[in-house]
């Protein structure tokens, strides 16, 4: 059996194993997601969800062969992974998060895990490595806001990344992603609407970190002559780009914090014109998948083919922001009728 297939089908096992374990006891512990205003569950929800997808990513990683390999890795995401525990758990101030994410990147790309762009130009090199994994980091944890969402995507990414190290001969790297998807996916059944534990800031910090050293440590540029396989990761983790994009646009433009969490992020909108929560979520992973599929073409293509591919790529939120503005538009006075946003961004 491939080893991928292996950190796969124990990753899973492990986060549908242990995840209700952790859910029991942050009951016992008290450390729950008490209702409010801005949040649609009725009932206080668990928060330590991201142990369930801690430890099928350890589980995967071990079983699949990998561990040693990427020991820098986990040993920076286990930090990323406890300082968004410790804000689950008592807060924590997002200079320190950021602190530490820094630090967390910044000695993986020290340890070698840099972009494989620019290769040459180190002093460019390193800072974009550490922005995109900084970035990715907090743009999984922005996208975490409604029952499913972050986690699903993020098995869809970490499973689009898979499909290109398997077709590239990248079998390490294939398993280390075949572990995020499996954990991902085993934690997901207890977070769909409606939601049994979320992941909190532990959990969605973590899915996001992986991702983004993940997406550097793979190759992509090796097999053909062209640069294009190098905007495959743009493309398949563009949804929550585009999330973490769209709401500090909006929260700068209207002069509010950019920590604060808020109603404005991509789920939401599709909520506020019409959508039900869970067909806001499809609607999401759909668009995940439909874009990231293409970007696992690019490594195939010529300009021509992927010029047109990324044209399409960009169509897509094209028509979500036509969607948008239309529904702003039509809105009744005072604005589009808000339904209550999902769990905490």
Same mark, same amino acid.
């Given at each position: 059996?491939?080893?991928?297939?292996?950190?796969? *089908?124990v990753a899973f096992?492990a986060?549908?194993?242990v995840?209700?374990?952790?859910a =029991?006891?942050?009951?016992r512990l008290? +450390?729950?997601? &008490?209702?409010?205003? =801005?949040?649609?569950?009725g009932?206080p929800v668990?928060l +330590?969800?991201?142990?369930g997808?801690?430890?099928?990513?350890?589980?995967?990683?071990a079983?699949?062969?990998?561990?040693?390999?990427y020991?820098a890795?986990?040993? &920076?995401?286990?930090c990323v992974?406890?300082?968004?525990?410790a804000?689950?758990? &008592?807060?924590?101030?997002?200079?320190?998060?950021?602190?530490v994410?820094?630090l967390a990147?910044?000695?993986?790309v020290?340890l070698?895990?840099r972009?494989?762009?620019?290769?040459?130009?180190?002093?460019?090199?390193?800072?974009?490595?550490?922005?995109?994994i900084?970035?990715?980091t907090?743009?999984?944890?922005?996208?975490?806001?409604?029952?499913?969402?972050?986690?699903?995507?993020?098995?869809?990414?970490a499973?689009?990344?898979?499909?290109?190290?398997l077709e590239?001969?990248?079998?390490?790297a294939a398993?280390?992603?075949?572990?995020v998807?499996?954990?991902a996916?085993?934690?997901?059944?207890y977070n769909?609407?409606?939601?049994?534990?979320f992941?909190?800031d532990?959990?969605?910090l973590?899915?996001?970190?992986l991702?983004?050293?993940?997406?550097?440590a793979?190759?992509?540029?090796?097999?053909r002559?062209t640069?294009?396989?190098?905007?495959?990761?743009?493309?398949?983790?563009a949804?929550?780009?585009?999330?973490?994009?769209?709401? +500090?646009w909006?929260?700068l433009?209207e002069?509010r914090?950019?920590?604060?969490?808020?109603r404005?992020?991509?789920?939401h909108?599709l909520?506020?014109?019409?959508?039900s929560?869970?067909?806001?979520?499809?609607?999401?992973?759909?668009?995940?998948a439909?874009?990231?599929?293409?970007?696992?073409?690019?490594?195939d293509? *010529?300009?021509?083919?992927g &010029?047109?591919l990324?044209?399409?790529?960009?169509?897509?939120f094209?028509?979500?922001?036509l969607?948008?503005?239309?529904? =702003? =538009?039509?809105?009744?006075p005072g604005g589009v009728?808000?339904?209550k946003?999902?769990?905490?961004?």
């Amino acid at each position: 059996m491939h080893p991928a297939a292996v950190s796969g *089908a124990v990753a899973f096992a492990a986060a549908v194993v242990v995840t209700p374990l952790a859910a =029991r006891a942050a009951r016992r512990l008290g +450390l729950l997601d &008490a209702p409010d205003e =801005r949040k649609c569950h009725g009932r206080p929800v668990p928060l +330590l969800g991201g142990v369930g997808i801690l430890a099928g990513v350890l589980a995967g990683f071990a079983a699949g062969g990998v561990a040693d390999e990427y020991a820098a890795i986990l040993a &920076a995401g286990g930090c990323v992974f406890l300082v968004g525990l410790a804000d689950d758990v &008592a807060g924590a101030p997002p200079w320190l998060r950021l602190l530490v994410e820094t630090l967390a990147a910044s000695a993986v790309v020290a340890l070698g895990t840099r972009a494989t762009f620019l290769v040459g130009l180190p002093w460019i090199t390193i800072p974009v490595t550490v922005l995109w994994i900084v970035g990715m980091t907090n743009s999984f944890n922005f996208l975490d806001n409604m029952d499913g969402l972050s986690g699903g995507v993020a098995a869809i990414s970490a499973g689009m990344f898979l499909l290109v190290c398997l077709e590239t001969g990248q079998p390490l790297a294939a398993a280390a992603l075949a572990a995020v998807a499996g954990a991902a996916l085993g934690f997901l059944p207890y977070n769909t609407s409606p939601a049994r534990v979320f992941m909190g800031d532990a959990g969605a910090l973590l899915l996001g970190f992986l991702l983004g050293t993940l997406s550097v440590a793979m190759t992509f540029y090796e097999y053909r002559g062209t640069l294009l396989p190098l905007a495959s990761p743009l493309l398949v983790l563009a949804i929550p780009l585009f999330d973490t994009a769209t709401v +500090l646009w909006l929260r700068l433009r209207e002069g509010r914090p950019i920590a604060r969490a808020d109603r404005s992020h991509f789920s939401h909108r599709l909520v506020a014109l019409g959508m039900s929560e869970r067909t806001a979520v499809v609607t999401i992973w759909l668009a995940s998948a439909a874009i990231g599929l293409g970007a696992t073409l690019l490594k195939d293509l *010529a300009w021509p083919g992927g &010029a047109v591919l990324l044209a399409q790529a960009a169509g897509v939120f094209a028509i979500v922001i036509l969607m948008e503005r239309a529904g =702003r =538009r039509g809105s009744p006075p005072g604005g589009v009728r808000r339904e209550k946003p999902g769990q905490k961004q």
